[in-house]
């Protein structure tokens, strides 16, 4: 086959060697199994390089998806179920598949609702970052459940968040309190300055008696 992909037909070696060293090529045989062998006239060092990155690329590509487990109890307290819980969450938010197992000790065994149960409440505490991916199952002893990151519903909780946010912070800014600053105001009327001269009261004079003599 040469450089262009065209076939160039069945050659003796000598003849093939030729060929590929006149276009300043490599001769590289791609089917040893084949009758006869099938070879190809390339430039080997690029087809290394671009194979090389091609590996690169899709190793890149390839998710590291790993999966964590999570154990419970039909009798599990509120607040270990609530620690446990945030660390699913936290799994999930990370990428992480979470495999749920609820384990049943004696008598409980027979009463597999209270894990059913147990399990329901997860599935609703994380929705907002997860789903189930495999639903609860009976595997002797325990059940379990095994979660997926489910990146839909953590946009929308994300979306959803900043929304109220926002909405938060424009209530507290029109609930605010405005401040008026009243200004003085004058009446204009008939009043007297207290700098101007207060003229006293006038009086009449006092009558005066007249006084005969004897």
Do not use: W
């Amino acid at each position: 086959m040469g450089h262009d992909g065209q076939q160039i037909g069945i050659k003796p070696l000598p003849e093939a060697l030729a060929i590929a060293r006149e276009l300043d090529l490599d001769l590289v045989e791609v089917a040893a199994q084949a009758n006869p062998p099938v070879c190809r006239v390339m430039d080997y060092g690029k087809y290394k390089y671009e194979a090389a990155q091609k590996a690169k690329e899709s190793r890149r590509k390839t998710t590291n998806v790993v999966i964590k487990e999570m154990k419970y109890r039909p009798k599990i307290g509120g607040g270990d179920f609530d620690t446990k819980t945030r660390k699913v969450e936290h799994f999930l938010a990370e990428g992480h598949k979470v495999k749920v197992t609820l384990t049943f000790r004696g008598r409980e065994v027979y009463h597999p609702e209270l894990g059913k149960k147990i399990l329901d409440q997860v599935e609703q505490a994380v929705k907002d970052v997860g789903r189930v991916e495999i639903f609860p199952r009976i595997d002797g002893r325990n059940m379990t459940m095994v979660l997926a990151p489910d990146k839909r519903a953590q946009a929308a909780a994300q979306k959803a968040a900043a929304f109220a946010a926002a909405e938060a912070e424009s209530s507290s800014k029109t609930d605010q309190p405005t401040t008026t600053t009243d200004e003085p105001t004058t009446t204009s009327g008939d009043t007297t300055s207290p700098e101007a001269p207060v003229e006293a009261p006038t009086t009449d004079a006092a009558p005066t008696t007249d006084v005969a003599e004897a």
